[in-house]
Nanobody, 125 residues
Framework: QVQLVESGGGLVQAGGSLRLSCAAS???????VGWYRQAPGQRRELVAA???????KYADSVKGRFTISRDNAKNTVYLQMNSLKREDTAVYFC????????????????????WGHGTQVTVSS
């Protein structure tokens, strides 16, 4: 059974940094992984994603501040978040697409096969 466990969330002051981890188990490899977030009363939105070929994409709101990376040996994907802003406050979820495809991350959330339960990130002013 495939499971995704997010960790690394917490409370941080604006301008600070956090690194989120998404550890996958029950699968021999991870292909595409996406980080999504959902703030209260808001829709879930893509933050960053990385394809099986290492190709990445980011939401415009986090470009230059967040970096997604992967450690295939550990079946783990990271989201380094720098220069955090209050508007980054949300529950962050990781999602896994088992289909390697052509190396690109999925275009839509519906293409992901498994989701984690999320980790809370709160940025205070």
């Amino acid at each position: 059974q495939v499971q995704l466990v997010e960790s690394g969330g917490g409370l941080v002051q604006a301008g600070g940094s956090l690194r989120l981890s998404c550890a996958a188990s029950g699968t021999g490899s991870i292909n595409a992984v996406g980080w999504y977030r959902q703030a209260p009363g808001q829709r879930r939105e893509l933050v960053a994603a990385i394809g099986s070929g290492g190709i990445t994409k980011y939401a415009d709101s986090v470009k230059g501040r967040f970096t997604i990376s992967r450690d295939n040996a550990k079946n783990t994907v990271y989201l380094q978040m720098n220069s955090l802003k209050r508007e980054d406050t949300a529950v962050y979820f990781c999602a896994l697409d088992l289909d390697p495809g052509l190396g690109y991350p999925p275009s839509t959330a519906s293409e992901y096969d498994f989701w984690g339960h999320g980790t809370q990130v709160t940025v205070s002013s």
